[in-house]
């Protein structure tokens, strides 16, 4: 029976653009695991009850229910031991946390000043009132205001993935000679500002966007060919 997947979706149910659920997207298909996809919307409280909380991604296998991206990594890894490894054992695990940490915590918040004014465009118009609000009063800024001068500001944020550059100057993938969990955390959180924004974050011959190219092409091309604002 095919995995569930609820995943946070715009007004146009197949732009799907949670950097979170991107992880978990990526993380089947490297799992090879059979899913149904079904899309979320911001406002959808209800949708999601059977969870006992609000956020996406979500995962429904069999009557199991797992929300957070990285408890759902793990998950996979303890349910589908026969399928290859997305943490690759407890080393590779304890490295993916940090990984996962740091995204999360520089990344991420990096990427949100630059593109979150974006995001309101792709959201249907009864989310929209919810996301400005939340976002507005989590920044202390209107959402025009948190955006304004990112051409000038991108240069900052493509400095602070050095770390992750060097890495992949010395190998392919996070994961060293094959992708796993760690390229989807970090690759899948690349995909929020594509689907959501046609501003470009990384520079084109950039170490960074000829791995992120790499990891869109994987299992079939799905993410390269996801849909996009
Ligand atoms: N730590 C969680 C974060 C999940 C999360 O924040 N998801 C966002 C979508 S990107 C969400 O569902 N937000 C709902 C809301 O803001 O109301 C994970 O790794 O899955």
Redesign the pocket.
């Known amino acids: 029976m095919a995995i569930t997947l609820y995943e946070?979706a715009g007004a146009d149910p197949a732009l799907v653009f949670?950097?979170?659920?991107w992880?978990?997207r990526l993380a089947l298909a490297h799992k090879g695991l059979d899913v149904e996809t079904v899309p979320w919307c911001?406002t959808e409280t209800d949708k999601l009850a059977f969870s006992g909380q609000?956020?996406?991604?979500v995962i429904v296998d069999g009557a199991k229910a797992t929300?957070?991206?990285?408890?759902?990594a793990e998950y996979l890894d303890a349910a589908y031991p026969d399928r290859p490894s997305l943490l690759g054992g407890q080393a590779g695990a304890a490295h993916a946390r940090f990984i996962n940490a740091w995204t999360?915590g520089v990344v991420l918040p990096g990427i949100a000043r630059l593109v979150v004014r974006d995001i309101l465009d792709v959201l249907r118009p009864q989310d929209q009132p919810?996301f400005r609000t939340?976002r507005e009063r989590a920044f202390g800024m209107t959402l025009e205001q948190v955006q304004e001068g990112r051409e000038a500001r991108v240069v900052e944020w493509r400095r602070a993935l050095a770390p992750a550059r060097t890495v992949l100057k010395a190998q392919p993938w996070l994961g060293g000679a094959v992708p796993d969990y760690a390229d989807y955390i970090l690759a899948g959180s690349l995909m929020?500002p594509r689907c959501v924004s046609r501003f470009q974050l990384l520079e084109d011959d950039d170490a960074m966007a000829l791995w992120f190219a790499r990891v869109r092409g994987l299992f079939g091309g799905m993410a390269e060919a996801a849909r996009t604002a």
């Open positions: 946070l949670s950097p979170y659920c992880r978990t911001f609000g956020k996406v991604p929300h957070d991206s990285w408890a759902i999360d919810y939340s929020w």
